[in-house]
């Protein structure tokens, strides 16, 4: 799974992690950067600290192709992100013209907080609410909710470097996990160029394993998993490949 | 706000960062450590990978009092989180003969991998398909389905120190938060003691706000809440102060 592009995802709000809200955006983040071949390959939720975005997003910049946040661009008290970035790239804020533009109406009125972004930094348009989100650097700042923070991601997508798609294969096998674990473990240490997972469910009291193979050649993704339908329906067990 | 444990969660599994999978297990554990009066600092999502988890683990536990991890402790290939952490705190992973007897079966049997416990740790019962999790040091490691993460959670809730809990008020105001924005913004200046967020919803067309005072003293919090809904009621939008 060579040639994909990196990225990290910072979920920035103390409502995260106080569980009054349930994050929907890794999943989409995360679903969108497999799709277009960029690997997500870390999340951090994170409180609406100052000190704290600002490392989280130098530390993620440096070591990730692509960087995405979402929350804490709004207008009230608690929205402080902007300024956090602004500050972990060692700018200022500005009332940026076009997002002024955007957003319209009186200049003095509270909502132009949202006009205030980082020097240097590129909007990132918002079909749904208008006030728009922005990249600064490898770092793109999104909205938390999540309808805006997915309109967000499909107009700054053409930015991004795809790589080589990743293609997966799946299975449901209704058996406990472990009394598949012995073939599944050889077929995956004989085939190292493909990622192959296994999810155990249980629905209505039955107990079974969602399997997974990916990788970036689909050939080689779908004769293995014939190899793990075959090694399954060999143990007795029902196997129902997903389109 | 003092008084309060701190902790911070490790969500383990590709399948959450590829986006196949939508967590619940930090919105659940965030939940329920507010209430016993502990707070999530932070929460990472990562990969089923050996020394990340290993890294990760070693962070969290230096840095907070507790730690809990979810996933990865299965029975198939794809389940290292039990070796990982063992390897975190220098030590092995053991047969643990009360986890074997848990599973119960056939010595032999692949499911015995789940009996696989690092030396020195305590188990965690799990009331729902009985192989169980367990504790090292301040790290409680789970599993990653969230009906046996949560069975696994009551069963060892009783083994935290609870801190100061954590009230809260709650309201909804049907206005746009940038037209709240700056009432809003003094009320918090001015009542330091408590944390007062702002979360932007829309519901069928209709926008507004879910404003939250949180806080330790359940006094303060209603009348913090109190001022903050007097001043939108000024503002001449509907305000609902939910129970």
């Known amino acids: 799974m060579s040639h994909q592009p990196s990225a990290a995802m910072l979920v920035i709000g103390n409502e995260i992690l106080s569980g009054k809200t349930r994050d929907a955006n890794v999943q989409f983040i995360g679903e969108s950067l497999a799709n277009m071949g960029i690997v997500l390959a870390e999340a951090r939720v994170i409180r609406d600290d100052h000190q704290t975005i600002i490392e989280a997003v130098r530390d993620y910049s440096h070591r990730y192709d692509y960087v995405f946040t979402t929350g804490g661009i709004g207008p009230t008290h608690d929205d402080i992100t902007a300024a956090a970035v602004a500050a972990a790239f060692a700018t200022d804020l500005e009332i940026n013209p076009a997002a002024a533009e955007l957003i319209g109406g009186d200049p003095d009125h509270p909502r132009m907080k949202m006009a205030q972004i980082p020097v240097g930094a590129t909007l990132i348009e918002n079909s749904v609410s208008r006030a728009p989100g922005f990249q600064i650097e490898n770092v793109f700042v999104l909205a938390g909710v999540p309808s805006i923070a997915q309109a967000m991601f499909a107009a700054l997508s053409a930015r991004l470097q795809r790589g080589q ?21 050889s077929i995956a240490s004989a085939n190292g160029d493909v990622e192959i997972g296994s999810y155990p469910f249980s629905r209505d009291g039955t107990y079974g394993a969602n399997l997974v193979v990916r990788g970036t050649d689909a050939d080689r993704v779908d004769a293995v ?13 029902e196997v129902v490949r997903r389109a």
């Open 225 to 237: 998993m014939n190899e793990v339908v075959s090694a399954m329906s060999a143990l007795g067990g």
């Open 165 to 185: 798609a990743i293609v997966s294969a799946n299975a449901d096998v209704f058996m406990k996990e472990s009394d598949i674990a012995v073939p599944l473990t």
